[in-house]
């Protein structure tokens, strides 16, 4: 933690940006070398499951609701803002525990929550382009 924070303190000295990502409740950011960069950074807090989070498909075609997977970035790029969408309320959520049977094997509902869903993926990779164009300017 102290080697990231110190990178992120670099990066903004530079005149360029950081984020760190975790999940919503994750204790890492009130770590004191970590914390110490809201002087330079903020935070952005989206659900997943605006983005399209949801579950692999059962083999059993028990319909299934997306995943909330809240999700916290500390960061100086101001374009991320964009991401802060959370939960509308107008789903139900699927639970990320457990195993299911999905094309004849058996997956971790967790470890499949893992990966980005492509929404979100191109969403960040725009609104980071467009900082990385205002450097450029």
């Known amino acids: 933690a102290q080697t990231v924070a110190r990178l992120c303190w670099l990066q903004h000295q530079a005149g360029f940006y950081f984020s760190i990502e975790n999940p919503g409740e994750s204790m890492l950011l009130a770590f004191p070398a970590i914390s110490q960069l809201y002087e330079i ?3 952005v807090v989206f659900d997943q499951c605006m983005f399209g989070l949801f579950p692999p498909p059962r083999d059993d075609k028990i319909p299934q609701g997306p995943h909330k997977k ?68």
């Not at 959520?93 to 893992?114: E, P, V």
């Open 41 to 43: 950074g903020f935070d």
């Open 70 to 137: 809240r999700t916290k970035l500390l960061t100086n790029m101001g374009t991320l803002n964009a991401l802060a969408i959370t939960c509308s309320g107008e789903h139900k959520h699927t639970l990320c525990w457990g195993t299911i049977r999905s094309r004849g094997k058996s997956i971790s509902i967790a470890k499949a929550a893992g990966a980005y869903p492509k929404q979100l993926c191109h969403l960040w990779a725009k609104l980071v382009r467009a900082a990385a164009d205002r450097l450029m300017e």
